[in-house]
């Protein structure tokens, strides 16, 4: 389970990652990757159930600000899977199959909309208002969801920051 790994960000590559990569292959058995710019979204394939964030996102264009943890709801996000098909080693382009929540995500075709609180070792992907809808899908990550459920923003909590050389 990816709750007792740390979430880690480094400034060196840009990547984030967790501090193990094992659970991908012990936890499940099959998974699919969706993107959001350089961000990955890794889906349980057989349940739809998003469970964990990764990749890569320069925050060299982020906006610095500080991020408030909202109140949240302890569950999954799940997306429908009958329009995706399984190729193992695959990334596919979370817009192409959920376009409703691009104009939440992009500032324009490369940008991704973010937020970088580097005090409190938080960045947010997308839009985020007051009145949406949160989830803690697990330790290190909040989804926003807009009244009719799309995914508006990711909101990573991160444990260890590697500052650049």
Do not use: W
């Not at 947010?124 to 009244?147: F, V």
């Amino acid at each position: 389970m990816i709750d007792n790994k740390k979430l880690v960000y480094d400034f060196n590559n840009h990547r984030l990652y967790y501090d193990s990569n094992q659970f991908l292959t012990e936890d499940i058995n099959k998974y699919i990757s969706l993107t959001v710019s350089a961000i990955e979204l890794d889906f349980d394939y057989s349940t739809g159930v998003l469970f964990s964030v990764t990749g890569f996102q320069p925050l060299v264009k982020s906006i610095v600000d500080k991020l408030e943890i909202p109140n949240y709801k302890d569950r999954n996000f799940n997306i429908p899977m009958n329009e995706i098909e399984y190729q193992k080693g695959i990334v596919y382009d979370y817009f192409n199959f959920f376009p409703a929540s691009k104009e939440y995500f992009m500032i324009d075709e490369y940008n991704p909309k973010l937020v970088y609180d580097e005090n409190n070792k938080r960045i947010q992907i997308g839009t985020a208002d007051i009145d949406d809808e949160y989830i803690r899908i697990n330790k290190n990550t909040i989804c926003g969801l807009d009244k009719k459920g799309n995914l508006k923003s990711i909101l990573l909590l991160i444990d260890v920051i590697i500052k650049a050389d």
